[in-house]
C-alpha cells in the first residue's frame, strides 16, 4: 500500500516540530492541524499560512489521528511516498515515530530520472511536467482544494509526480534510488548554476572545495556529487 504524505512545520531546523499533517492512503485524504508544543514564527507562516492561534487548540501529535492513522500503516509492507521524504522522516521520528515500510522519495527520483531539469521543487515540477493540466479533475475525484503548501494539497500533487515517475521507473526501482545518493550532473545554482561538476572540477576547483567547507546545509546529493567528482580529480 502506497502512503502520500506531506507535513508543514515551523521551521527547518533541528529543534522545529510539525504544525500540521496530510496524508492520502488508497483515495482516502486525512488532514490535520498539530500542537507543535512551540510558537510558529512570522517566517513559516508566511509559507504555510498556520498561525499559533490555528493550532491552539489542537492535539499534539502523540494525541492525535494522524498518530493513530500512521501507527496503524507503519508496517514493512506499506510504501511512503514523499517529496524530500528524509525531512518528513525526520520530523516523524521528533516525535517518537521511526517508519517500518519502504520509502520513495519523489525528490530524490525525480533528481535522478529527470537530471536536465532547472528545478525539483514540488510547484516547480507541478509546472515543468504540465501536471496542472489534469489536476482540477484528480483533485475533484478526492476531494480536495489545489492549494500550493497547505500539507493536503501537496500530498496529492507529489501522488501526481510519483504516476509521472512510474513512465520512467517500476516502483522497486523507485524505492531503490530513494536509498541511494543521486549523482548529479550540474550544479542546481552559484555562478555556475548549470554547468557540468565534472568541467567545473577541472576549471575551477577551488569553487567547489569552497562550497564543501563553507554551504553546512548543503543536499546531501549534491555534496556527495561534488566529492564524486573531485574524487577523479
Known sequence: MLIFLDTETTGLEIKD???ALGMIVEGTSHYELINPGKKIPPAASAIHHITNEMVKESPSFSQSISAEKLKSLNTAENTLVSHNAPFELTMLEKEGMTWQGGVIDTLKCSKSLMDDLEGYSLQFLRYELRLYRD???IFQEVGITINPHHA???????????????????IDRLIEISKSHVLLTRL?????????????ALKDLGYLTWMLESLMDMDEDLRYSIEYYLRGK
Open 17 to 19: 516540530r510539525l504544525c
Open 135 to 137: 489536476e482540477m479533475k
Open 152 to 170: 493536503l494539497s501537496d500530498a496529492l500533487h507529489t501522488r501526481m509526480i510519483l504516476d509521472y515517475l512510474l513512465d520512467l521507473a517500476d
Open 188 to 200: 542546481p545554482f552559484g555562478k555556475y548554476a548549470k554547468k557540468r561538476i565534472e568541467e567545473i
